[in-house]
Structure formats: C-alpha cells, structure tokens
T-cell receptor, first 113, second 116 residues
C-alpha cells in the first residue's frame, strides 16, 4: 500500500492564480481530511469528507473548495491564491474505527508570492 | 469550544534521560480522545499514542507513555530513554465529535532537542 499520497510536493503560485492539490489514498478509507500548517503552528482543519459525495467545512475553509467523487481521491482547490495561503498542506484519511489515528500524507508546501 | 494547550515551545533533554511534554485540554464532552504526533524535520506526521477518555489505564507504546489525569484535564507525553532521533516537533491533538466521524484539534506543538 502506498498509503496517502499528495502531489505536488512543492509549488510556487503567483497572487490570483488557482491550483488543485491532489490527495489519493489506497486504503479504502471512508474519512478524508485537509489541514494546513502555518510555520511554527499546529495543524488546522480546512475541509473533511465522510464518504464519496459528502464534504463539510472545518475551521479555516475560506478560499478553498473540495470535492469527493470517489473513495480514493480528495482534491483541494485554491481559487485566487493569496499570500495568507502560504502554508504546508496535509491530507489525511482513516477508516472509521474507534480510537483509530488519522493517516497523514507527506504534505504539499505552497508558497504564494 | 474545545482547545488544546501546549505551554512548552521548546525543550532540551539529555540523551538516555526521560522527558515529559505537557498537554492540557478543554472540553465539555464526556467522550473524547487524545493523540500525540511526532513531526521530524522532514515534515511527516507520525502517530505515537492514543488515550480515550474512558480508558482506565494510561496508554503505553514502547518508550512512549501518556500520563492521563482526567480531573486536571492533562495528557502529558512521557518519552523514556531519549534518543537523538527523538529530536522533533511534538503535537498533542484532541478528537472533536463522535468517535466514528471525528475531527482533530491540534496544539501549537513543542520542539524537543535531544543532546548527546
């Protein structure tokens, strides 16, 4: 199993550009999450999904959109990138068992200039 | 609102000694869970240990143990026999929501440096 994979690893965007961060998991997990981690801080939840076709906002959803058309994929869309979106983005997934951890991808580092 | 507090931005420990990383939490839920993650300089998030609010025993995983004091709302991570490879950021996180569809709330982290 590859686990949770994220692409790209690193990206530089200009202000106002858009991009999609890709996240794929091959563990047949129901739940998927997107977090952002600003320098020296903990992770904050952007969006999450409890299954294909079902998504919901987390703590910091403004400026982002998500979709979940399949169990495996959970892309995060940035529209009109702003410097405040400079961060490291982590995707995570889990099956849904009691006490189970979330399994994190390696992260995508995004710089908006 | 639920909240996780880690009051130690940075800590040093001598190799082979034990170290305690502090974590306090605030919640009005009766059912909750607490996680600890390690983030080395390479950036990935590594799960270390989990404690459920109804678990009677403190969780242990190898050199990691969780000192859970429910009345004080604290869930400190204890690392025994520190190794150089333990140098990393450590995050405490709390499960928010019902167990089947929970979200995680993270603290701001503690940077641990192990001295040889």
């Amino acid at each position: 199993n590859a686990g949770v994979t994220q692409t790209p690893k690193f990206r530089i965007l200009k202000i106002g550009q858009s991009m999609t961060l890709q996240c794929t998991q091959d563990m047949n997990h129901n739940y998927m999450y997107w977090y952002r981690q600003d320098p020296g801080m903990g992770l904050k939840l952007i969006y999450y999904s409890v299954g294909a076709g079902i998504t919901d906002k987390g703590e910091v959803p403004n400026g982002y959109n998500v979709s979940r058309s399949t169990t495996e994929d959970f892309p995060l869309r940035l529209e009109l990138a702003a410097p405040s979106q400079t961060s490291v983005y982590f995707c995570a997934s889990r099956k849904g068992r009691t006490g189970e951890t979330q399994y994190f991808g390696p992260g995508t580092r995004l710089l908006v200039l | 609102a639920q909240k996780i507090t880690q009051t130690q931005p940075g800590m040093f420990v001598q190799e082979k000694e034990a170290v305690t990383l502090d974590c306090t939490y605030d919640t009005s839920d009766q059912s909750y869970g607490l996680f600890w993650y390690k983030q080395p300089s390479s950036g990935e998030m590594i799960f270390l240990i989990y404690q459920g609010s109804y678990d009677e025993q403190n969780a242990t995983e190898g050199r990691y143990s969780l000192n859970f004091q429910k009345a004080r709302k604290s869930a400190n991570l204890v690392i025994s026999a520190s190794q150089l490879g333990d140098s990393a950021m450590y995050f405490c996180a709390m499960r928010e929501g019902v167990d089947s569809s929970y979200k995680l709330i993270f603290g701001s982290g503690t940077r641990l440096l192990v001295r040889p």
